[in-house]
């Protein structure tokens, strides 16, 4: 009986001090794992600072545990830690799985190593870059690994809404009993870009992932047709307003902040109640820089929908949280997609401001396009509308301003534009 025993604590130390030195070992991805992005060429340690194996720069790692100075990483069947500041967050690109057949996820950047799992045709994956000429590292949830990369192509992007009928939740993979990471208010813009057996996968300027495809529409044929706003008379001096929608946002709003300053540019800003609620001092530093507030409701909800009460709910709501942030209320109005009636002008008490060109920016998100439309519409007088919750709207501005700057151009609030 002894000898058995003896021989057993052989056998497990030996296999003990196999599982340390074994590079075949992996963990399953936590929910909501976090993949980050080696800066430098580095090694993997284990628990004892050994060196388990080489790193080269710029391959994605799943974090399992970070603490101050060492994260605990798994890159391919390797567990272990590298210094934390070896490590950048990624930023994925969305890809769609199309194949013959469901493509297998690997351990390793080879069809011979274990198989994590399979990916559903149509479904959206993350995906962080090369291992190799064939292979690449995505993730779906909880299945992340390698895959062969003829099996993804880039997806089509189709312009949709949210049903202004309740808001809706946003969840990590299509299925109803995984995780929930966020919610996307009714009524506002995303873009699809698959719909599989009754899942959407959308994707915003903050919030990317899978929604019931029955709380989706399309949006209209064709934009509504504003009512036409009061134009300002013609100045003898060429001044022009640049207003900006749907904010404040805490990092496309900053950008603008700073461009406008560049080129001592006045500004109106349109802003969101729940925005100002969710990011008060982002609204601060654009008052605190000289520009003009506008109150643009506070969920964005299309007024002429509504009923009366709720109309006023709508503005002085976003009054009330604005006068708290920045010690007033706002000084001009926008109704949300630029739709009003006499119910809702009857409930203003400061001017009811549209625009004279709509840049689009929301719809093409491309700052070429931006600059063309200023470029070939602007004049003395105009009103811009764009939108400070794009990235590609910030892009487009230096441009907008330079060339407006070389054309005589004074950038004004919409207040001063219209002498109130």
Not at 159 to 176: C, G, L, T, W, Y
Not at 317 to 336: L, Y
Request: charged share 25%.
């Amino acid at each position: 009986m002894r000898k058995i025993l003896y021989f057993l604590l052989i056998v497990f130390c030996f296999v003990g001090i196999s599982i340390v030195n074994n590079e075949h070992v992996h963990a399953a991805v936590p929910s909501s794992a976090t993949i980050k992005i080696t800066t430098i060429d580095t090694e993997i340690y284990d628990e004892i600072q050994q060196k388990l194996v080489p790193l080269t720069k710029e391959s994605p790692v799943i974090v399992l545990s970070e603490a101050d100075e060492w994260t605990e990483i798994q890159y391919k069947t390797v567990i272990g830690s590298i210094p934390s500041n070896y490590l950048k967050p990624a930023n994925p690109q969305y890809m769609l799985v199309q194949a013959k057949e469901e493509p297998s996820v690997f351990v390793t950047n080879t069809p011979q190593s274990e198989i994590k799992g399979k990916l559903h045709l149509n479904t959206i994956v993350e995906l962080y870059g090369s291992a190799t000429a064939d292979f690449v590292f995505i993730k779906y949830g909880q299945l992340a690994g390698f895959v062969n990369k003829q099996a993804l192509v880039k997806p089509i992007s189709k312009a949709m809404f949210i049903k202004d009928s309740a808001d809706i939740v946003v969840r990590e993979i299509a299925s109803s009993s995984s995780t929930e990471i966020g919610v996307l208010r009714k009524n506002s813009p995303v873009k699809m870009l698959t719909n599989i057996k009754g899942w959407a996968f959308v994707t915003t300027e903050k919030l990317s992932g899978y929604v019931l495809t029955n709380g989706l529409i399309t949006p209209p044929a064709e934009k509504e047709e504003p009512v036409k706003p009061v134009i300002p008379k013609q100045a003898a001096d060429k001044k022009i307003a640049l207003t900006f929608d749907d904010g404040p946002h805490p990092k496309v709003t900053r950008q603008i902040l700073k461009t406008l300053e560049k080129y001592e540019a006045k500004a109106t800003f349109f802003v969101v109640g729940q925005e100002v609620k969710e990011h008060p001092e982002i609204l601060k530093e654009v008052h605190n820089a000289g520009h003009e507030i506008g109150n643009h409701t506070f969920n964005h909800e299309k007024l002429t929908k509504l009923k009366p009460e709720k109309i006023k709910q709508q503005i002085q709501s976003a009054d009330t949280i604005i006068k708290s942030t920045i010690g007033h209320q706002a000084t001009v109005f926008r109704p949300p997609y630029g739709s009003y009636d006499k119910t809702i002008t009857d409930q203003l008490t400061v001017p009811n401001v549209l625009w004279t060109i709509d840049t689009l920016d929301w719809k093409h998100r491309d700052p070429k396009k931006t600059v063309l439309a200023v470029k070939e519409r602007a004049k003395n007088g105009s009103i811009i509308l764009m939108h400070d919750i794009h990235q590609a709207t910030a892009d487009a501005l230096d441009e907008v301003l330079a060339m407006l700057q070389k054309q005589g151009y004074e950038f004004v609030t919409v207040s001063d534009l219209l002498g109130k």
